[in-house]
């Protein structure tokens, strides 16, 4: 069983950076998905970025294509996502989800059996 532990929220000017960390651990099997998720109030959960644990191949979202950046370090069992150019509408609380490998679209929330705990953004205009 995979837990997931997110850190690295936090304030931020607009046009500011974070990075947030998602640290997998228990038994992290290699094949699987590992994907950030947003929720603002009241809004529905939306898919931020995705990375597979493999190969690393890496999907993202059409609002942050060029802002975001997911990686990956396999030796610390951790996924990133680097955030620049933050906007206040990126204000959410970020979540770290794992799922398998092949399923549903990276995007589609079901996907995922695993879930962090959240870590909040909020970014001030």
């Known amino acids: 069983q995979v837990q997931l532990v997110e850190s690295g929220g936090g304030l931020v000017q607009a046009g500011g950076s974070l990075r947030l960390s998602c640290l997998a651990s228990?038994?992290?099997?290699?094949?699987?998905?590992a994907t950030w998720f947003r929720q603002a109030p009241g809004e529905e959960r939306e898919a931020v970025a995705s990375?597979?644990?493999?190969?690393?191949?890496?999907y993202s979202a059409d609002s942050v294509k060029g802002r975001f950046t997911v990686s990956k370090d396999n030796s610390k069992n951790t996924v990133y996502l680097q955030m620049n150019s933050l906007k206040p509408e990126d204000t959410a609380v970020y979540y770290c989800?794992?799922?398998?490998?092949?399923?549903?679209?990276?995007?589609?929330?079901?996907?995922?059996?695993?879930w962090g705990q959240g870590t909040q953004v909020t970014v001030a205009s």
């Open positions: 989800a794992a799922g398998p490998l092949y399923g549903s679209p990276w995007y589609d929330s079901n996907r995922y059996d695993t």
């Open positions: 228990g038994r992290t099997p290699r094949t699987y998905i």
């Open positions: 990375i597979t644990w493999d190969v690393g191949t890496t």
